[in-house]
């Protein structure tokens, strides 16, 4: 399996990298190149190159990050950028209690993964921040600045420090909001565009890509509501989302719920909700799930919200039937012995016999069907992709077997793994 893994890794990258560019990196690369000839990397506000796809929105001080890849050609600078997201991936795996191969495997050739490294976005870095965070989560120092980082890099990633605040973490709570406090007037200090200027830009961002995802607003826009009421519907449920989180860490007195519960709760309430973002369902996953399952589920539910960025037929089926080899290796089924094979019957005939099992299969046929015969370029409906991005985790937290009781005092690599 190590030698399957490692030979097929550069063909792996090699095939996805190549089929499209780093399109958000070099976002950065672009903004990162202008700040050092001291030029605004923002575009003129009111124009369509604010929601372009292709222009600089971030905060100022996040283009200096970039700076060291400007030593670098943009072709170069495209390939170790894609070398250091797919390494932060595979060490936020680890960190987070990941050790079986075939379950780095099942991570990787999921879809939701794939697109994020595919298109140079900063997510594999925030999955790194909250992985680090995770590990060393009795350091305060690192765990407020880690999130703190995160959250200024990304405003839909400021919950995350309701996670300090509901495991009683009051330090690290107070470090986090301190240190966002210093990176956001040094930002709008040193930004040639003012405060009102920018959060001018992120409104008319907002207001048009938010209409383009499938964030939660958006879903609920869609039934008929008006924007207000669609806001004041995502606040009801996000403070309602708060409350179960904090009943399930005084239920079982263990921080993964937590955690899991406030990633989750950054992709409900974001107004802009791309494909992208959704590589941090791995660590929501991750932190709920028994540890061997966790890839299976991951990878299962990320081929149902997004296919990769032209992948073609041949690469989907190639790593739909990886997928499934990987998954009866995790579970270690061996179909070569006799009892696993009856097993395995025995499964099936039970499966069949449900309504459920078999209406879940029918609907995922179809979906996969009609993508392979659209080349891949049809998505699920918004109403699908919701359902399956928010009930279901929500119901694993609440249901997925025993979540045995934990001590906030454990050493951090006893409860990393949840089964």
């Not at 499938?214 to 509501?225: D, Y």
């Not at 028994?290 to 997004?306: E, K, M, N, R």
Request: glycine share 4%; net charge positive; proline share 5%.
């Amino acid at each position: 399996m190590v030698l399957m893994f490692v030979a097929g890794l550069p063909v792996y990258i090699w095939y996805f990298s190549g089929r499209v560019n780093q399109s958000d990196f070099l976002v950065f690369y672009s903004a990162a190149l202008g700040v050092t000839h001291h030029l605004s990397p923002y575009p003129a506000i009111g124009t369509s190159a604010v929601y372009s796809g292709s222009s600089f929105v971030y905060p100022y001080l996040s283009a200096y990050l970039f700076i060291p890849f400007t030593f670098l050609s943009r072709s170069q600078a495209e390939h170790v950028y894609v070398i250091v997201s797919l390494a932060s991936i595979m060490c936020s795996l680890w960190l987070l209690g990941l050790r079986r191969i075939c379950g780095y495997s099942m991570f990787l050739i999921a879809s939701t993964t794939i697109v994020s490294w595919q298109m140079g976005t900063l997510n594999p870095l925030f999955m790194l921040c909250i992985a680090l965070a995770w590990k060393y989560r009795h350091k305060a120092m690192l765990v407020g600045v880690l999130i703190a980082l995160v959250g200024f890099a990304k405003l839909f990633l400021v919950p995350l420090v309701l996670w300090m605040l509901i495991s009683r973490r009051y330090y690290a709570f107070l470090i986090s909001i301190f240190t966002l406090l210093i990176l956001a007037v040094t930002s709008t200090v040193l930004s040639p565009l003012p405060l009102f200027s920018y959060l001018r830009l992120l409104l008319e961002l907002s207001r048009h890509e938010g209409a383009s995802g499938f964030s939660t607003l958006q879903l609920i826009s869609s039934l008929g509501f008006s924007l207000h009421e669609s806001e004041f519907i995502v606040a009801i449920t996000a403070l309602l989302f708060v409350i179960f989180v904090y009943q399930r860490h005084r239920a079982t007195n263990s921080e993964a719920p937590v955690l899991a519960g406030v990633v989750a709760l950054s992709l409900i309430i974001t107004p802009i909700l791309w494909s992208s973002y959704l590589l941090l369902l791995a660590v929501i996953i991750i932190l709920i799930v028994p540890v061997d399952w966790a890839g299976i589920v991951y990878a299962a539910l990320s081929w149902f919200i997004v296919t990769p960025d032209r992948a073609g037929f041949a690469g989907v089926t190639l790593l739909l039937f990886f997928a499934a080899f990987n998954s009866l290796a995790l579970v270690r089924v061996n179909l070569f012995q006799p009892s696993c094979r009856d097993m395995v019957r025995t499964k099936m005939r039970l499966s069949a016999a449900s309504p459920v099992v078999v209406g879940f299969l029918a609907v995922a046929a179809a979906i996969l069907l009609a993508t392979a015969l659209s080349d891949f370029k049809l998505q699920p409906t918004v109403d699908l992709q919701m359902f399956l991005l928010f009930l279901l985790p929500m119901a694993m937290m609440s249901n997925f077997g025993p979540i045995r009781p934990r001590l906030t005092s454990d050493p951090p690599d006893k409860i990393c793994r949840n089964h």
